[in-house]
């Protein structure tokens, strides 16, 4: 029986990167696209619109949405972009949703990439929705042996 699918948010100013998990396990986190970022309700409207692109299965029935701490743990200006940015989105999929720790994401998927042989230039169009897919992973993992929050009532 297939899991219901988790979307990954690696939410930013120009782009939105997007992740999903696997339809089989949901245990394996998968790269999906670069959406147009903006306001909270231009990146809603991106992500949505990209979602009713593809196959009606993949709708999500949660989504983790990176939240950029400081490194000391405290929320900043980019953290109160992402909150609203998330809740953006949720009010337009009307799904679950859940905040989770992306501090260096981005740098381990420029890290990533760099060890594939991806140059600086090409990491653009990849690095948002690599990002998406390490935090969406480091969500998945932490969940493995738990229920998620949703399944909480949380």
């Not at 600086?120 to 929050?149: K, M, N, T, V």
Request: charged share 30%.
């Amino acid at each position: 029986m297939d899991r219901e699918r988790i979307l990954g948010i690696d939410p930013g100013r120009r782009r939105v990167g997007l992740a999903l998990s696997d339809a089989a396990e949901g245990t394996i986190a998968i790269p999906l696209a670069n959406v147009r970022g903006g306001s909270p309700e231009e990146s809603a409207k991106s992500v949505r619109e990209y979602l009713h692109s593809l196959d009606p299965a993949v709708m999500p029935i949660a989504i983790v949405v990176g939240l950029p701490l400081r490194l000391d743990g405290s929320e900043g200006a980019s953290a109160r972009m992402a909150r609203a940015i998330g809740e953006a989105i949720r009010e337009s999929l009307d799904c679950n949703l859940v905040f989770w720790d992306e501090r260096m994401t981005s740098a381990q998927a420029s890290r990533d990439l760099r060890r594939a042989g991806v140059n600086a230039r090409a990491q653009r169009g990849q690095l948002d929705e690599r990002a998406a897919a390490i935090l969406l992973q480091s969500f998945l993992d932490a969940h493995r042996e738990r229920p998620f929050p949703w399944d909480l009532g949380a």
